[in-house]
């Protein structure tokens, strides 16, 4: 039988290749973070989605879907040039976004993060 470490050892992903210049050149020219690094701009995708650059590869976007409206926090690679989404992240619903958004209004979120920095 396997053991948990022999388990991971054969799941573990593949390395990411390098990016190409003209890609890079392309983030930085986006404006997609501020001064601070925050995510500064709204921009729109080819579908015309709504969507926040949080980082190099990781992106909030707003889109229809089945009738519901959803916020999707997503890990992004990239292949050919173009940016494509990752399995890693997930879709709230208006009513969990609201629900996380409360969270982080009323500074509960803020202060377990405090918390664990100590």
Same mark, same amino acid.
């Given at each position: 039988?396997?053991?948990?470490d022999d388990y991971d050892e054969e799941v573990a992903p593949k390395p990411k290749k390098a990016k190409?210049? @003209?890609?890079?050149?392309?983030?930085?020219?986006?404006?997609?973070?501020?001064?601070?690094?925050?995510?500064?701009?709204?921009?729109?995708?080819?579908d015309g989605e709504a969507y926040f650059d949080f980082s190099k590869n990781k992106r909030c976007t707003?889109?229809?879907?089945?009738?519901?409206?959803?916020?999707?926090?997503?890990?992004?690679?990239? @292949?050919?040039?173009? @940016? @494509?989404?990752? #399995?890693?992240?997930?879709?709230?619903?208006?009513?969990?976004? #609201?629900?996380?958004?409360?969270?982080?209004?009323?500074?509960?979120?803020?202060?377990?993060? #405090?918390?664990?920095? #100590?």
């Amino acid at each position: 039988m396997p053991s948990d470490d022999d388990y991971d050892e054969e799941v573990a992903p593949k390395p990411k290749k390098a990016k190409t210049k @003209k890609a890079s050149e392309d983030e930085e020219d986006d404006g997609a973070e501020g001064e601070n690094g925050k995510a500064d701009k709204v921009q729109r995708n080819e579908d015309g989605e709504a969507y926040f650059d949080f980082s190099k590869n990781k992106r909030c976007t707003v889109r229809k879907w089945r009738d519901m409206v959803l916020v999707d926090i997503r890990e992004f690679y990239e @292949k050919n040039g173009e @940016k @494509k989404p990752g #399995k890693k992240g997930i879709s709230l619903t208006l009513d969990q976004y #609201k629900s996380l958004r409360e969270i982080i209004m009323d500074g509960s979120l803020d202060e377990q993060i #405090k918390a664990l920095e #100590k």
